[in-house]
């Protein structure tokens, strides 16, 4: 899972960063305005921290250019403004949720965890994502079929969860160079294949009746065969 942290205190954003990275997330920051609206509606991103107070562009006016242009990535607020009315115009923006600070770490990653259930289009029991035969979970990085199981490296697990999350629906290239290396990553579309080929062998080994499908020329998709 890959999240955005847009918070124009740096010390804050990197310790949000290093919190999630510990929960096994993905975390990107950027701080104002501008650039974290360019990066919400990227379609990357899983789920975006917001603060309300930002330079270039406030958190309130982010928010409702980011739902105006239908995206409809998570969005939970962090911010120090307490008020009821900041608390509704933020819900009323179109946030997810709306977290004051200061915040216990623990609240905070409760609130992550209600919204990435919310937005999953797969099915999640706990903290496992299934599709077909297969159960993935997140804090062991283990991908199961009945009495068979195998870790996956962190770049293996990120990839096949995304594949999960999708089920039928194809995965890009693209989408999954974006979501999985990020934008600063020099990964080619040969990085992704040769991952996708780990991922085929340990669905091989374990058995699985859960296939990744290549769409030629575009990426792939999970089908689940008899």
Same mark, same amino acid.
């Given at each position: 899972?890959?999240?955005?942290?847009?918070?124009?205190? #740096?010390?804050? $954003?990197?310790?949000?960063?290093?919190?999630?990275?510990?929960?096994?997330?993905?975390?990107?920051?950027?701080?104002?305005?501008?650039?974290?609206?360019?990066?919400?509606?990227?379609?990357?991103?899983?789920?975006?921290?917001?603060?309300?107070?930002?330079?270039?562009?406030?958190?309130?006016?982010?928010?409702?250019?980011?739902? $105006?242009?239908?995206?409809?990535?998570?969005?939970?607020?962090?911010?120090?403004?307490?008020?009821?009315?900041? +608390?509704?115009?933020?819900?009323?923006?179109?946030?997810?949720?709306?977290?004051?600070?200061?915040?216990?770490?623990?609240?905070?990653?409760?609130?992550?965890?209600?919204?990435?259930?919310?937005?999953?289009?797969?099915?999640?029991?706990?903290?496992?994502?299934?599709?077909?035969?297969?159960?993935?979970?997140?804090?062991?990085?283990?991908?199961?079929?009945?009495?068979?199981? #195998?870790?996956?490296?962190?770049?293996?697990?990120?990839?096949?969860?995304?594949?999960?999350?999708?089920?039928?629906?194809? #995965?890009?290239?693209?989408?999954?160079?974006?979501? #999985?290396?990020?934008?600063?990553?020099?990964?080619?579309?040969?990085?992704?294949?040769?991952?996708?080929?780990?991922?085929?062998? +340990?669905?091989?080994?374990?058995?699985?009746?859960?296939?990744? +499908?290549?769409?030629?020329?575009?990426?792939?998709?999970?089908?689940?065969?008899?």
């Amino acid at each position: 899972m890959r999240i955005l942290i847009v918070e124009d205190e #740096v010390r804050l $954003a990197r310790t949000l960063a290093d919190l999630l990275k510990r929960q096994g997330y993905t975390a990107d920051m950027c701080h104002d305005g501008v650039s974290g609206l360019d990066n919400a509606a990227s379609g990357i991103y899983d789920l975006v921290l917001l603060d309300a107070m930002l330079p270039g562009m406030d958190g309130f006016t982010l928010l409702q250019e980011l739902r $105006a242009g239908g995206h409809s990535v998570p969005v939970l607020m962090l911010t120090a403004r307490s008020d009821v009315t900041d +608390k509704v115009h933020g819900l009323d923006s179109g946030a997810d949720y709306y977290l004051t600070k200061p915040f216990e770490p623990e609240e905070l990653l409760a609130c992550i965890r209600l919204l990435l259930r919310r937005g999953n289009s797969g099915v999640r029991l706990d903290d496992a994502l299934t599709c077909g035969d297969l159960h993935l979970e997140s804090g062991t990085f283990l991908l199961s079929c009945q009495e068979r199981s #195998v870790r996956l490296s962190r770049r293996e697990y990120d990839l096949m969860e995304l594949l999960m999350r999708n089920g039928t629906q194809i #995965v890009t290239k693209e989408q999954l160079l974006l979501k #999985v290396w990020g934008y600063d990553s020099d990964a080619e579309d040969n990085n992704v294949e040769v991952y996708i080929s780990f991922l085929r062998r +340990k669905l091989t080994h374990l058995h699985s009746a859960v296939r990744i +499908k290549t769409i030629r020329m575009v990426g792939y998709c999970l089908e689940v065969t008899p």
